[in-house]
C-alpha cells in the first residue's frame, strides 16, 4: 500500500526548483532586480501508483445468478487480457497510470500524442478488432486523441482533432446502436447533447455528430456505464448536484438514445467521483465505481433493472486520494492550481498542496526565509501546459513567472490574478485592474510567456477589496471569479468562455464575509472537478467552503486547523 504522497519527494522538488530564486527577490521593492530570473516553481506533490484493484468483494458478494442472466459484457479497457476493465486515471501530477483488475502490477502508462495535459480519459473497448482497447483523451486546449493498441504501459496515437471544447463532459455509455462498437456522448455548456457514432476506422473514428437531446445541464455528472438494463445496448447514469442518480435506459435510437430518466436514490454527493466499471462479476449486468471524499473506493453491483445492490468497500481510506480524474469517470475534469500559497509578515513563503478530500498537506518552505519580503507577488491557475499554478511577480512594471521577465507595463494594475482559461480556448488567462477601477482580461498563450492585447471587461471595479478565483465554482466546466465589496458581500461572477464578455451578472453568495482576514482560491481541494474557497478569521482559523454548484454557491464551512495567522497574505 502506499502512501497519498511522498513528503520526502516534495521537498526534494521544492529544493531542485526553487533553492536559488528567493535568494534573487528584491529586498525591498525600491531595489531594482536582474533578468532573466531562475525558474520560480512550487513544490509537487509527488505521485505513485494507486494500489490494486480488489474486486473480491464485487465478485464473492454478487447476487444469485437467474438463468435469464445476460452474456459478460465487453470491456472497455482491459490491457491485462483478463476479461475485466482495468482502471486508468489522471495523478495529480498530471501523469497517467492504470490499476490492473487481476494479479499484474500497474503503474504508470502513457498516450503518445500531444504534451498537453490529459484532461479526461473516455476508454472506448476494441474498436478496431485487434484485441487492444482503445482511448478517448480529451487534452487541456480543446484536443481529442484516439489512442490505441493499449498495453500495461502505454499506447499509440492514431488521430486527433480540434474544436471539442465546446463540450465539458464528453462520455461513452457503450455500444448504443447495436452496432458492436462503443459510442461517444458530448455535452455542451448549454446542455444540448450530441452523439457521435464510432466507425471502426482509428484514422476517422467518429461520424458526423448528431444532435441527441437537451436540458442535460442540471447533471454535475454523468457516466456512461454499459448495460444495466438487459438489453444490451449501453445506459448511462447522471447525478444531480444535491445528490440524487438517475438512470437513463437506452433505446438504440441516435438521435434520441435514452428513455425517460428513473430515479434511484439521493445521497450520491457524498462522493467526489463516480466511474465505470464495466461487468465486474459477469453476469452481463454493469457495476459502477464511486471514490468518497476520505480517497476510498467504492463498488455497486448492477441489478439488470438500472438500480444497484447496497455498496461493498473496495478499498481503506486514502487508497485512491491521489487520483485527479479517472477513466470514464462523471466528473468534468478540471487541472491548475490545488495549492494554496501562503507568506508571512516576515516574507517567507510556504506551499500547501490539496489532498483531493479537502484538506492540506504540511507546509513546504519555498525559498530561504525571508526571501519574499516585499514582492508584489500571486499564485496564478496554471498558465502553460501543465497541472500546476504559476508563481508570479512584478517588479518596476516587468511581469515575471517561470524564470523570465514575460513582458513589461504592469505598473498602472493594483490587482492581478489568475482564475484560468476565461475565453474556452484551454489556455490560463489573467484578469488585471487598474487604480481607476478598470479591469481588463489579459488572454495567455499557453506558455506562460505572453498575452494578447489587453480586453476590458468593465469599469468600477474598485469597489471591491478582494477579487479572486481559481477554477470552475459554479460547475459548468468555465472559470468563475469571486468578488468582495466594502460592506462585506461575496459575489460570483460566473464565466462564459467568450473574451468580450466573459462573465454574467454577479450572483450574490452571502453577507458577512468582511469578518474574514484573507480570502483566497486554491483550487479545487475535496477532487470533485470545483474549485473551493478559503478564508482565515483574524484569531488564525482556516475555514473551507465546498463548491457544490448550487444556488447556495457553497456549503456550510468546515474547519481546516488553526494557526494561520502568522500568514497576513494568501495566495
Not at 363 to 373: C, H, S
Request: with cysteine; net charge neutral; aromatic share 10%.
Amino acid at each position: 500500500m502506499r502512501t497519498a504522497f511522498s513528503l520526502r519527494g516534495r521537498r526534494l522538488a521544492a529544493c531542485t526548483a526553487l533553492a536559488l530564486s528567493a535568494g534573487m527577490l528584491l529586498a525591498s521593492p525600491a531595489v531594482a532586480e536582474p533578468a532573466p530570473r531562475p525558474s520560480v516553481e512550487q513544490p509537487r506533490r509527488a505521485a505513485a501508483p494507486l494500489p490494486e484493484l480488489d474486486l473480491s468483494a464485487l465478485r464473492d458478494g454478487a447476487t444469485a445468478r437467474t438463468a435469464q442472466a445476460a452474456e459478460a459484457l465487453p470491456s472497455r479497457f482491459d490491457v491485462d487480457g483478463d476479461g475485466a476493465t482495468d482502471v486508468l486515471y489522471r495523478d495529480w501530477s498530471g501523469g497517467l497510470g492504470v490499476v490492473m483488475s487481476g494479479p499484474t502490477e500497474g503503474g504508470p502508462w502513457t498516450a503518445s500524442g500531444s504534451p498537453e495535459v490529459p484532461m479526461d480519459l473516455v476508454p472506448l473497448g476494441d474498436q478496431t478488432g485487434d484485441g487492444r482497447p482503445e482511448v478517448l483523451v480529451l487534452t487541456q486546449y480543446g484536443k481529442a486523441e484516439l489512442h490505441g493498441g493499449a498495453t500495461t504501459t502505454s499506447s499509440s496515437w492514431y488521430w486527433s482533432g480540434g474544436g471539442w471544447n465546446v463540450y465539458n463532459k464528453v462520455f461513452s455509455p457503450g455500444d448504443v446502436d447495436g452496432d458492436g462498437r462503443f459510442d461517444v456522448l458530448a455535452r455542451q455548456h448549454n446542455g444540448d447533447l450530441y452523439f457521435y457514432r464510432s466507425t471502426g476506422n482509428p484514422m476517422a473514428p467518429f461520424a458526423a455528430r448528431v444532435k441527441a437531446g437537451s436540458g442535460w445541464g442540471g447533471f454535475d455528472q454523468l457516466v456512461g456505464i454499459g448495460d444495466n438494463d438487459g438489453d444490451g445496448k449501453g445506459d448511462a447514469v447522471a447525478r444531480t448536484p444535491g445528490g440524487d442518480l438517475y438512470f437513463y435506459g437506452s433505446t438504440g435510437v441516435r438521435t434520441n438514445p435514452f428513455k425517460p430518466k428513473k430515479l434511484i436514490g439521493g445521497g450520491w454527493n457524498t462522493y467526489n467521483q463516480l466511474f465505470a466499471a464495466d461487468d465486474v462479476n459477469g453476469d452481463g449486468r454493469a457495476e459502477l465505481y464511486a471514490r468518497s471524499l476520505d480517497g476510498a473506493l467504492w463498488g455497486y453491483e448492477g441489478r439488470g433493472n438500472g438500480t444497484y445492490a447496497p455498496r461493498q468497500r473496495l478499498s481503506a481510506a486514502g487508497a485512491y486520494q491521489s487520483g485527479d480524474q479517472f477513466g470514464a469517470s462523471g466528473a468534468i475534469p478540471s487541472a491548475g492550481k490545488n495549492a494554496l500559497m501562503a507568506r508571512t509578515a516576515g516574507g517567507t513563503l510556504y506551499w500547501y498542496g490539496g489532498l483531493n478530500n479537502g484538506k492540506l498537506t504540511p507546509r513546504d518552505q519555498v525559498g530561504r526565509e525571508g526571501g519574499w519580503a516585499g514582492a508584489p507577488m500571486g499564485f496564478a491557475s496554471t498558465l502553460d501546459a501543465d497541472v500546476f499554478g504559476e508563481l508570479y511577480f512584478t517588479v518596476d512594471g516587468d511581469f515575471y513567472t517561470k524564470g523570465s521577465v514575460v513582458s513589461g507595463g504592469w505598473g498602472p494594475y493594483n490587482r492581478i490574478f489568475g482564475p484560468g482559461d476565461l475565453n474556452g480556448d484551454g489556455k490560463g488567462d489573467l484578469l488585471a485592474r487598474d487604480r481607476s477601477g478598470v479591469l481588463y482580461l489579459l488572454r495567455g498563450n499557453g506558455q506562460a510567456t505572453g498575452f494578447a492585447s489587453r480586453l476590458e471587461v468593465g469599469r468600477g471595479w474598485g469597489s471591491y477589496n478582494r477579487l479572486i478565483g481559481a477554477g470552475d465554482i459554479s460547475g459548468d466546466g468555465r472559470a468563475d471569479i469571486l468578488a468582495r465589496d466594502g460592506s462585506g458581500v461575496l459575489w460570483l461572477y460566473r464565466g462564459t468562455g467568450v473574451s468580450t464578455h466573459p462573465f454574467l451578472t454577479r450572483v450574490k453568495v452571502g453577507t458577512g464575509w468582511g469578518a474574514y482576514r484573507q480570502i483566497a482560491a486554491p483550487g479545487d481541494l475535496d477532487g470533485d472537478g470545483r474549485a473551493d474557497l478559503v478564508a482565515t478569521t483574524s484569531g488564525g482559523t482556516l475555514y473551507r467552503y465546498h463548491s457544490t454548484a448550487t444556488s447556495a454557491v457553497f456549503a456550510p464551512r468546515a474547519k481546516v486547523g488553526d494557526g494561520w495567522q502568522v500568514y497576513p497574505d494568501l495566495y
